[in-house]
């Protein structure tokens, strides 16, 4: 699939996802920050992470040395 | 010179020394307060009641030789997203209207404990995201101080009160620090407790200070860093003499970071590129730096984070209030809620590879260098763009803007540094360093 398919389908998926959760007029007023959170998926399922990398949370960062 | 112009170190002193009394310089501060504010409105609350009183006891103490310690009398004020025993905390939002905390965030606890004087709170943005407080720059009042720290920034640079404690989750300290040509510190994640603090994400939100000096900050972060047990983001790294360390400034290494250079306008880079040029002409080691590959997916990974945080942060007051709620972060509480969590884990995951990668290029240098902002302060409401902040809001590194110039317009510009993680005293140094070479940031003429 190219990328801006990827997108598209998490635009959709997002936009199936409010209507659900919020109604289709709310919605459609979230139209243009689903299209901006779409691109950002698109973005973070694409980039190569590492495979060993865990997530990082509180206990991070450690002190330089 | 009057006394609402003393930074809060030259305060302290001149209140250890007995030569001014803090309720003098309090009175000085309100007057200017009184002055201006109706035209910067960067309070949302001026406790004058219990700021003279605090004052009264200082001058008191003073007097018999009793110093709680270095900040002694000397009055800061916070953002009105840190609780404050007694005093209505309200975030800049309609649904936390009449709230009034009975416990002080650890950040305003810490300075208090080291004698300084809470004087008020200052407007920010609703819970810190995007919805804009009132606040005009004091450089040009048709422009915003930036945001979400907007009356913390407004407040320093408009004279009123000496050092502010600000936030920082995606760009909310060191840019309207640099909006308001003053020296803005975002530390460590961990570095200063956020306790007491409206959150707005578990792994970005940062306690900032700004204040119009590198000494000034030195201080602040001397005060309130350290680990907090009641915070379970707060670090255990060791907390060193962040003023001692100024006293060992000297020319620092310097990788420049121009991917940022050529997101800035023509203005902003030419006037970055001359300052990076005094820098080392007056002796700086500059060299080109290159950011690693994670660095890409920086903002998206930053992006996603905070908008599934603030939906989980928000949850159960959105679920009830959501009306009360502005636009712009009502938008961002619903897209959290829709964000899927393997995203978010991927995020987080992203945020660990660029913190890693980073590291190499920060065993090298001593801090990098970015223009703080693509443009000076914008004209209008809307906050300006944060998007020279967002690495370092995600990675947790520190970063600080120290000014470097006006534009054409007369807007302040600043140049943002930043270091590894827990090297606040070698980042300090080095903006100390640069601010000697740079000379001092002007105030606005209000």
């Known amino acids: ?65 | 010179m009057s006394l609402h112009t003393l930074d809060a170190i030259d305060a302290a002193r001149a209140i250890r020394e007995k030569v001014l009394s803090p309720a003098d310089l309090l009175e000085s501060l309100l007057e200017r307060i009184d002055r201006l504010d109706g035209r910067v409105q960067a309070w949302t609350l001026v406790d004058r009641a219990g700021a003279r009183e605090a004052a009264r006891r200082a001058g008191d103490e003073a007097a018999r030789g009793v110093f709680r310690g270095p900040l002694h009398g000397v009055p800061f004020a916070a953002k009105d997203i840190f609780y404050s025993a007694g005093l209505p905390t309200e975030g800049g939002s309609k649904v936390m209207a009449g709230f009034v905390p009975d416990y002080d965030a650890a950040a305003i606890a810490r300075l208090k404990a080291a004698g300084a004087i809470l004087l008020g709170k200052l407007h920010t943005t609703e819970f810190a995201t995007y919805d804009p407080a009132p606040t005009r720059n004091p450089w040009n009042l048709a422009c915003t101080p930036g945001g979400s720290s907007s009356g913390s920034a407004a407040a320093v640079a408009a004279r009123m009160i000496p050092l502010a404690l600000g936030t920082q989750t995606i760009g909310s300290n060191v840019r309207p620090a640099s909006y308001c040509g003053l020296v803005g510190l975002k530390p460590t994640f961990g570095r200063i407790s956020t306790r007491g603090v409206m959150a707005l994400s578990y792994t970005q939100d940062h306690v900032g200070l700004m204040a119009r000096s590198v000494e000034d900050v030195a201080l602040g972060l001397s005060i309130t860093a350290g680990h907090d047990p009641a915070d379970p983001s707060s670090a255990r790294a060791p907390v060193p003499d962040y003023l001692a360390a100024l006293t060992r400034r000297g020319a620092p290494r310097i990788g420049v970071l121009r991917e940022f250079f050529e997101r800035a306008t023509p203005e902003v880079a030419d006037v970055t590129a001359q300052t990076v040029n005094r820098l080392a002409r007056a002796g700086a080691v500059v060299e080109e730096a290159k950011l690693p590959p994670a660095f890409r997916a920086a903002y998206a990974a930053a992006y996603l984070i905070t908008r599934s945080d603030t939906a989980s942060i928000h949850a159960e007051r959105f679920a009830v209030k959501a009306e009360l709620y502005r636009p712009a972060i009502r938008s961002a509480i619903e897209m959290g809620m829709l964000i899927p969590g393997d995203f978010y884990v991927r995020a987080l995951r992203i945020r660990r590879q660029f913190r890693r990668e980073m590291n190499p290029l920060l065993e090298r240098y001593d801090v990098l260098l970015t223009p703080t902002t693509p443009a000076p302060a914008p004209e209008g409401m809307a906050t300006g763009d944060p998007q020279f902040q967002v690495p370092w809001s995600l990675s947790g590194l520190p970063s600080i803007t120290v000014p470097c110039g006006l534009t054409t317009s007369g807007l302040p510009l600043g140049i943002q540094l930043v270091s590894g993680a827990f090297s606040e005293a070698s980042l300090l140094s080095a903006s100390a360093w640069c601010e000697d070479v740079l000379g001092r940031g002007a105030a606005p003429g209000l």
């Open chain 1, 1 to 65: 699939m190219d990328r801006e398919a990827q997108r598209a389908d998490y635009a959709a998926a997002l936009r199936a996802a409010a209507e659900q959760r919020f109604g289709a007029a709310r919605a459609a007023e979230l139209t243009q920050t689903i299209e901006d959170v779409a691109g950002w998926m698109l973005e973070v399922a694409t980039f190569p992470v590492g495979a060993e990398e865990a997530p990082a949370f509180y206990a991070e960062p450690e002190p330089s040395a």
